[in-house]
């Protein structure tokens, strides 16, 4: 037995020992969060159990194949086929022998049973009275929880909280079931030998002896666990691996299993990869650290199993910074509704299927993020599907309807993949042309009415529609009663405008996606939850699989959906609720009534127009057919120059007034100016500038930043930017303006223009122009020169 690693914890906020069992969560439930090499794990079952006594086994030390199996456990094979390998093919990272691998080495040779000597686990009370050998087995086999002991209540909470909540991965697509039975046998023969042939182990479980133990056996918590590797040509690992792990509340560790098949087929522990985390307090400080069972003997693929330098340095800090974290940031379990081994298998095939869309990409938006982010959606979509077939008992592919489907790539993948379906957009892009005729690809703006259903698809689709993201449950619910849907919101729209929080507790981004939920619920769906594994902030979606209602009520629930939209009018705007459930429209005593379209009669008035129009709700506007460039760049050049003059103007005079007289016999110094803070500048510009500057994407801060040869914007405040710093920053794109630059004076010197200094620059150093005289025509850029 070796430490590989110890970390002092702080625990400032009280958080220990509890804080260490949600580290210890994460972990175990979803470790590709600390090793990126993984894919996740699956929880295959859990169950109680306790740790056998050495006294009670005593009259069972004659030579059986229980005493011969746990025996051979930890004991090296010698010939050829073994799997502790020579010498030269071991992985772990202690080359020298020192005291603790020596003493590892002797954990792991050919053992004794206990003598008077040894007190690791001595000390313990024997059998039972009237109970023989042959039926003193309780101790030996998994038990039934009785109740939990008293000791250490509240952290064994704490431990399993996460657990309840993992239920057994429901498998589809081809992967084997395991019944939670075998961790109950894995556990009796594993127990059974602990003791018997390998009492080195009891003690590790046990933390380093009888001394440590309780008087009495308390429960440990069994977990038994796939671990999933991704599928990359890089990783020589792909295949999962299965472990036991034992978690001791009472004292504070968690021990790691590997299972492995022996040459009949049986699993066994692994006991070369055996380690531990240890929770431990020191009368100054807490601490965790990570024991290795036979450091000399670990075996490291670089994946399942890491070296000992990793689980000691990396695993073990992000363990001691999650332990204590004050903020407690949900780490959602993502990939929850569908098989991960299979969507890693998926998203691989498609990644490589796909990748070469990232060199020929036309759009100005990053290659990498949309192609490789709606490869995962599509990944998942093609799991959930397949999984959705199973469980009827179908075999035709889905079709779907992808709304607001933006490039279109997503539906491109699906329909190669072999599912029927077409998307729609507001506006084409560039990239449709290279898709081919069998992506079928709409150029057609959206509004929600009678017109827009889609009552043949199977399935409806929103990545990341924008406005149309609370329409697509209300659209699937009246498409037919078939009709499911798959969103994945980001931009914040309520039926009629942007979404306004209500719930300060509660982020923007958890509001809206409780509200998404909300609406799902309000047109029948049975709503589900999932965060998917793609590049970007908002990748939680949320899916409609099956109605909560029979196909005959449907009259009285569309009903309801029809009360719930007009519900919603007045709340995008700010306003409150509607006082009543009015189907109609908002009362006439709104008390913001002005706000939200005016009095009842007005309302009423809306309602009808938009009934006569088809309209499910008055009020819907769909983007806008040409993208309007919203980053202060279509602004009068008068307009711009006026507000950057104006600025200017209060970072010279704000120094100017600061500053005393000139020392005598001292040259002037060029003006820097001094800072302010953005809300002090905009403190000093009329409203009807703001007003201008807020309708562009930005407002004063974006036009300051695009005016970047006059101001420098650092942590919320303004400078006058000095240019002699910037010819001597490093790397600068503006550093590079030199002679031989095709942008070296081709724009006038502002400061050379405007600033009561002139420039800080001699004409030869500035790369703008000081004057007329000096402007010379832009030249084109250099062509890059394409690689084959």
């Known amino acids: 037995m070796a430490e590989v690693g110890r970390r002092s914890v702080c625990d400032s906020y009280a958080l220990l020992p509890g804080g260490f069992w949600a580290a210890v969560a994460v972990w175990l439930e979803r470790p590709q969060v600390a090793n990126k090499r993984l894919c996740g794990a699956r929880l295959e079952a859990r169950q109680s159990a306790t740790l056998p006594r050495a006294e009670a086994l005593r009259p069972r030390l004659s030579a059986g194949p229980d005493q011969e199996w746990g025996a051979a456990l930890c004991r090296p094979q010698e010939g050829p086929g073994t799997r502790w390998g020579s010498p030269e093919e071991d992985h772990g990272t202690w080359p020298s022998a020192g005291p603790e691998q020596e003493r590892g080495a002797a954990l792991c040779g050919p053992q004794e049973r206990p003598g008077p000597g040894r007190s690791s686990v001595e000390g313990h009370p024997g059998p039972r009275p009237g109970v023989g050998p042959e039926e003193d087995t309780s101790c030996l086999r998994l038990e039934e929880t009785q109740g939990p002991p008293q000791q250490g209540k509240e952290q064994r909470e704490a431990a399993a909280a996460p657990l309840l909540a993992e239920q057994p991965h429901r498998t589809g697509s081809g992967e084997e079931d395991d019944p939670a039975a075998d961790l109950g046998s ?5 127990s059974q030998s602990l003791v018997c042939g390998h009492p080195e182990m009891l003690s590790f479980l046990t933390r380093s002896g009888a ?11 069994l977990v038994l666990r796939t671990v999933i590797p991704k599928t990359s040509p890089h990783f020589l690992v792909t295949a999962p691996r299965r472990e036991i792990v034992v978690q001791d509340v009472p004292n504070g560790t968690v021990t790691f299993l590997p299972l492995e098949e022996d ?13 531990q985390i240890q929770l431990s307090r020191s009368p100054a400080e807490w601490f965790i650290s990570v024991l290795i069972f036979c450091p000399e003997k670990w075996q490291s693929d670089g994946a399942i199993y890491p070296r000992c330098t990793w689980l000691g340095g ?4 992000r363990l001691a910074r999650w332990c204590v974290a004050s903020s407690k940031r949900e780490l959602r379990s993502t990939l929850s509704l569908v098989s991960i081994g299979r969507y890693s298998v998926l998203y691989q095939e498609l990644k490589e299927k796909y990748r070469d869309m990232v060199r020929v990409w036309p759009e100005v938006t990053d290659p990498e993020k949309f192609v490789y982010e709606d490869v995962a959606i599509a990944s998942y979509l093609l799991i959930l599907w397949e999984e959705e077939r199973a469980e009827r008992g179908v075999s035709t592919p889905q079709s779907f309807v992808d709304l607001g489907c933006g490039n279109g790539l997503l539906v491109h993948i699906l329909c190669n993949e072999g599912h029927p379906g077409r998307g729609i957009d507001v506006r084409r892009r560039k990239i449709w042309d290279m898709y081919g005729p069998h992506t079928q690809l709409e150029e057609n703006a959206i509004t929600p009415s009678a017109q827009t259903l889609f009552p043949a698809a199977d399935w409806l689709i929103g990545n990341h529609s924008d406005e149309l993201t609370p329409w697509i449950p209300v659209i699937a619910a009246r498409s037919s009663y078939h009709c499911r849907f798959f969103v994945l919101p980001c931009c914040f729209f309520d039926f009629a405008g942007r979404f306004c929080r209500r719930q300060s507790r509660k982020t923007q981004y958890r509001e809206y996606l409780d509200f998404i939920r909300e609406v799902g619920e309000a047109c029948g769906f049975h709503m589900e939850e999932d965060c998917l594994r793609i590049p970007s902030t908002k990748r939680v979606c949320l899916i409609g699989k099956s109605r909560t209602y029979p196909p005959a009520e449907e009259a009285g629930v569309d009903e309801r959906r029809t009360w719930y939209l007009h519900s ?11 006082p009543a459930p009015q189907a109609a429209a908002c009362s006439s005593d709104h008390p913001d009534g002005d706000r939200t379209g005016g009095t009842g009669a007005q309302c009423d008035l809306e309602v009808s127009e938009a009934q006569a129009e088809g309209l499910w709700l008055p009020g819907f506007q769909p983007r806008e057919k040409v993208e309007r460039v919203r980053n202060c760049a279509s602004l009068p050049r008068d307009f711009i120059d006026q507000v950057v003059l104006q600025v200017a103007d209060l970072l010279l005079n704000r120094r100017k007034s600061h500053a005393g007289s000139p020392r005598e016999g001292t040259c002037k ?11 002090e500048v905009a403190w000093q510009l009329d409203r009807a500038t703001l007003r201008r500057l807020k309708h562009e994407c930005g407002g004063l801060q974006t036009l300051l930043r695009n005016s970047r040869q006059v101001f420098e914007v650092l942590d919320g405040r303004v400078h006058i930017r000095d240019w002699r710093r910037e010819l001597q920053r490093e790397k600068h794109p503006e550093a590079k303006r030199g002679p031989s630059s095709e942008a070296f004076k081709t724009r006038i010197c502002w400061f050379f223009t405007h600033h009561p200094d002139g420039c800080v620059l001699p004409s030869t150093s500035c790369p703008f122009a000081h004057g007329p005289q000096e402007l010379r025509p832009p030249r084109p850029p250099k062509k890059k020169r394409q690689v084959p």
């Open 568 to 578: 919603r009018r007045g709340l995008s705007g700010g306003g409150p609720l509607c």
């Open 314 to 317: 990396e695993l073990l800090g």
């Open 669 to 679: 110094a060029w003006n820097g100016g001094e800072s302010l803070s953005l809300a």
């Open 186 to 190: 894995l556990w009796d023969r594993f």
């Open 211 to 221: 001394e440590s133990q309780t008087e009495a056996p308390h429960e440990l918590d």
């Open 263 to 275: 040459d009949e087929g049986n699993l066994e522990v692994k006991m070369s990869n055996v380690y």
